[in-house]
C-alpha cells in the first residue's frame, strides 16, 4: 500500500513548486500550501469540515478568539486556568512542537504526519483531548506533570521516545502548546456537535464547550489516583495471591490478557474492539491487550503506574478500583511485574 503523505512544510509539495526534473511528479502530487497559509489558521478537524461553509468559518471566527492562529496561538479560558500553563511560551512551545514531534503527531498535532503510517500503535490525536497514561481517574484530564512525564521517558514499547536529553525548560513550553492543540481540538469537536446536532449557533456553541472543557483541565490535579494502602512486599505470598485473582473469575484477566499473561485475548472480543476502533470509539490504532510478559508498560514502570492502571483502566480495559480492594490491586502489580519471569507464568 501506498501511503498518501499528510500535506505539510516538511515534504516537497509546499512552498513553491520548484520547475525541472522534479516537475512533472510535482504536478502529480499537487502543490500543498504554503507555510504563510499554514500558519493563518487551523484547518477544521473532521466534526468542523462536516458543516456548512458558513456554520464552519463562523465556528473558525469564534475559536481564534479564545485560541487565537498557529502564527500566534493563546489560551484565553477566561474563568478556568489550566494550572502551571505559561501562555508566554506558547509561540515557543510550537516551534519546538513542530521541531520535534510533528513528524509523528502532525504538524497541528491531529496524529497524521509523516511517520505515523509507519510506526503501531499510531501517534496520538492530540485534538481528541483524550489520554491514556495518566495518574488521574479514566475521566479526568492527564494532569500538566503527567503529560511531561511521557514526553521525557517515552512510552516504552512505542515509538513514542524520550525527550529526556532536552532542556526542561523546551519540554516545558512543548507541553503548554499540547494542552492548547488538547482543549482547542476538544472545544471544536463539541462545539461542532451542538451545531450539528442541537441547532446552537456557534458563539453558544463555543462558550458552552469551553465551559466543560476548560474546568476539567483545571480539575485534574484534584483527580490524581492515590493508594491509602501501602505496596504490600514483593514476596511469593502476595505473588500468589495476584495469580490467583489474575486468572480467576474474580480479576478476571485472563479473559484479555491470556492464561500466561501473553496478550492474547478472545477473538470474538478483538472483532468487538476493532469494530469500535473503526467508529472512531477507541483509538488511533486497533486496541490489543498487553503481553505482559515483556516487562515493558507503556505509561511507565514504577509499582504506582500499575497500580493506576489497574484502578482506572485504559479504555478499553476496564478499571477494577470498585471491585477489587486496594491491597488485592497491589498483589495483582506484584503479580504483573513478576510475569516476565518463566515459572510465574505457568497457569
Ligand atoms: C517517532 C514518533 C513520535 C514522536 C517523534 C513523538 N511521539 Fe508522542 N507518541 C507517539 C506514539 C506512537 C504514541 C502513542 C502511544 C500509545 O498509544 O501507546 C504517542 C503518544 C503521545 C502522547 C499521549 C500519551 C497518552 O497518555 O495518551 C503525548 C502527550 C505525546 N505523544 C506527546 C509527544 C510530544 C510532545 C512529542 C515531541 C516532543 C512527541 N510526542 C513525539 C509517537 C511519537
Ligand atoms: C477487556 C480486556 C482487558 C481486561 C479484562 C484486562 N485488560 Fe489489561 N489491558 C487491556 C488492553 C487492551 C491493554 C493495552 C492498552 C494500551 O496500551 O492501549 C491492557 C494493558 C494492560 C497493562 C499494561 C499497562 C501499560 O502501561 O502498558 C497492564 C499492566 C494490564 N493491562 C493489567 C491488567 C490486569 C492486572 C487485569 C486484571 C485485573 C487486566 N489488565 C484486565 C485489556 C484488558
Known amino acids: 500500500m501506498t501511503p498518501t503523505l499528510p500535506k505539510g512544510p516538511w515534504d516537497l509539495r509546499s512552498g513553491p513548486c520548484v520547475a525541472g526534473a522534479f516537475l512533472l511528479a510535482l504536478l502529480a502530487a499537487g ?4 507555510p504563510e497559509e499554514l500558519d493563518r489558521r487551523y484547518p477544521p478537524g473532521k466534526e468542523a469540515a462536516a458543516l456548512a461553509a458558513d ?14 492562529t498557529p502564527a500566534a496561538p493563546k489560551l484565553d479560558l477566561a474563568d478556568a486556568k489550566v494550572p502551571g500553563v505559561d501562555l508566554t511560551r506558547l509561540a515557543h512551545g510550537r516551534d519546538r512542537f513542530r521541531h520535534h514531534c510533528s513528524h509523528c503527531h502532525g504538524w497541528f498535532g491531529r496524529g497524521d504526519g509523516p511517520t505515523a503510517e509507519w510506526v503501531n500503535p499510531r501517534p496520538r490525536n492530540l485534538w481528541r483531548g483524550k489520554f491514556k497514561f495518566k495518574s488521574t481517574e479514566l475521566a479526568a484530564k492527564p494532569t500538566r506533570e503527567d503529560l511531561l512525564r511521557i514526553v521525557n521517558l517515552g512510552a516504552h514499547g512505542t515509538a513514542m521516545p524520550s525527550f529526556a536529553l ?13 494542552i492548547h492543540l488538547a482543549v482547542r481540538g ?10 450539528r446536532k442541537e441547532g446552537k449557533d456557534p458563539a ?7 465551559e466543560i472543557v476548560g474546568p476539567r483541565w483545571e480539575r485534574a490535579p484534584g483527580k490524581v489516583v492515590t493508594p491509602a494502602a501501602a505496596r504490600p512486599p514483593l514476596d511469593a505470598a502476595s505473588i500468589a495471591r495476584g495469580k490467583a485473582l489474575f486468572q480467576g473469575e474474580k480479576g478476571g484477566c485472563v479473559k484479555c490478557h491470556g492464561k500466561e499473561g501473553r496478550g492474547d485475548a478472545d477473538p470474538e472480543q478483538v472483532k468487538v474492539w476493532d469494530k469500535q476502533q473503526e467508529e472512531g470509539l477507541l483509538w488511533e490504532s486497533p486496541s490489543r491487550p498487553a503481553d505482559l510478559t515483556v516487562g515493558m508498560y507503556r505509561g511507565g514502570q514504577r509499582p504506582v503506574d500499575l497500580f493506576r492502571r489497574i484502578t482506572e483502566g485504559i479504555l478499553p480495559m476496564p478499571g477494577f ?7 488485592e490491586r497491589w498483589d495483582l502489580v506484584n503479580f504483573v511485574k513478576s ?7 505457568k497457569p
Open 31 to 34: 502543490c500543498g500550501p504554503s
Open 55 to 68: 456554520k464552519q468559518a463562523a465556528l473558525a471566527a469564534e475559536l481564534e478568539k479564545t485560541f487565537g
Open 166 to 178: 532536552y532542556p526542561a525548560g523546551e519540554l516545558e513550553a512543548i507541553v503548554d502548546y499540547v
Open 186 to 195: 476538544e472545544v471544536e469537536l463539541l462545539a461542532a456537535d451542538d451545531i
Open 204 to 210: 453558544t456553541a463555543v462558550k458552552d464547550s469551553l
Open 321 to 327: 478500583g470498585s471491585s477489587l480492594s486496594e491491597s
Open 339 to 345: 510475569l516476565p519471569y518463566e515459572e510465574e507464568r
